[in-house]
């Protein structure tokens, strides 16, 4: 299979995605069904972004060209691949490096998120008889040439264990902050809600911790964050929004809240879920210096930085954790 046929299928998935058949919608249900988490808005929100952002022939072929793809594999290597499951088709864009560099690619899935992946490659099959041959699913991926495996920071341990032998990226957990000035205008917090809830809050690029100055007028925000208040319809947020909110009260913690999220001020930069953490500032300048090697950072939002509502629509040489994948696969 040549790089160009790859491309070709890859387009065509695009076409699919964007005019899905009556499999592919029952399919998205059955995901729904199996993760509850994985409510209808968020799976279209997340293959809408794979076609626009990944999946585009301009994007797609400059995205290639700065790599040395050979037009035909000529020893493809056998990559393991454990994919998160956090948020829908999370794993799609190592699969996809994976498949444009000519890899063989054998998938151990999340039990999050299977169903999605698993229709995707089964459509490709049906286009092309030779897709079995370059990718498999597996429940045990012994005797790979190199990994890729996104968990936790506890099952990154064993991904170390395991492969840390063998050529890998292995990646643990990563969050996102936003960092404010308070001249923020009310469609910039309206992106800045986006970035924080969407998916519910559960994606390495969601941000899940503020930096505000010390004079920061917190209303503003939190009328803006109402526009996600119907996520209190969903069980397993509303579960987590009544947990998190009883230990502040039982804590005699200070909070504030608008009935759907929670801000409360905290140093760490991960928060639950319906919680986001703030912290205040008078020097920006110390706020980068202390985020610049932090290794549980995966994107900054704010002026001079990465632009609000951007967060969650990485383009393809947006590489989690930093590591070009691409690179790392046309080099072993």
């Not at 037009?71 to 829908?88: D, H, Q, R, S, Y």
């Not at 998120?113 to 490659?121: A, Q, R, S």
């Not at 990563?174 to 404010?180: E, K, P, Q, Y």
């Not at 230990?247 to 200070?254: A, F, G, T």
Request: glycine letters at 4%; a negative charge.
């Amino acid at each position: 299979m040549t790089l160009q046929t790859r491309i070709q299928i890859l387009l065509r998935l695009r076409e699919f995605f964007l005019q899905p058949d009556e499999a592919w919608l029952a399919c998205k249900e059955r995901a729904y069904r199996e993760n509850p988490w994985f409510i209808p808005e968020f799976i279209e929100f997340a293959i809408k972004n794979i076609a626009e952002n990944f999946l585009e022939e301009e994007a797609l072929i400059s995205w290639t060209n700065n790599y040395s793809i050979p037009e035909t594999a000529v020893a493809p290597k056998n990559i393991g691949l454990v994919m998160a499951g956090n948020i829908p088709l999370v794993g799609f864009h190592d699969l996809l490096c994976c498949f444009i560099t000519g890899h063989n690619t054998n998938i151990k899935p999340s039990s999050k998120d299977f169903v999605l992946i698993k229709h995707i490659v089964a459509e490709m099959t049906s286009w092309n008889a030779d897709i079995p041959n370059w990718i498999q699913f597996a429940e045990n991926l012994k005797g790979c040439d190199a990994y890729i495996a996104t968990g936790s920071n506890n099952t990154s341990r064993y991904f170390e264990y395991y492969f840390g032998k063998y050529p890998h990226i292995i990646r643990k957990n990563r969050t996102s902050v936003a960092i404010l000035d308070g001249t923020e205008t009310p469609a910039e917090l309206d992106l800045l809600a986006d970035d924080i809830q969407v998916y519910f809050g559960l994606g390495c690029r969601n941000i899940t911790k503020i930096y505000v100055p010390e004079d920061y007028d917190f209303l503003p925000l939190l009328n803006t964050l109402r526009k996600y208040e119907f996520y209190m319809d969903f069980h397993k947020y509303k579960h987590n929004y009544d947990y998190h909110l009883a230990i502040l009260i039982m804590s005699n913690r200070y909070y504030m809240n608008n009935d759907s999220i929670i801000l409360t001020e905290n140093i760490a930069a991960y928060s639950p879920v319906s919680q986001i953490h703030y912290e205040k500032f008078s020097d920006t300048s110390k706020v980068l210096e202390t985020l610049k090697d932090n290794e549980e950072i995966q994107c900054v939002v704010g002026h001079k930085q990465m632009a609000f509502g951007s967060a969650q629509s990485p383009s393809l040489f947006d590489y989690a954790d930093g590591v070009d994948t691409m690179q790392f696969l046309t080099s072993i």
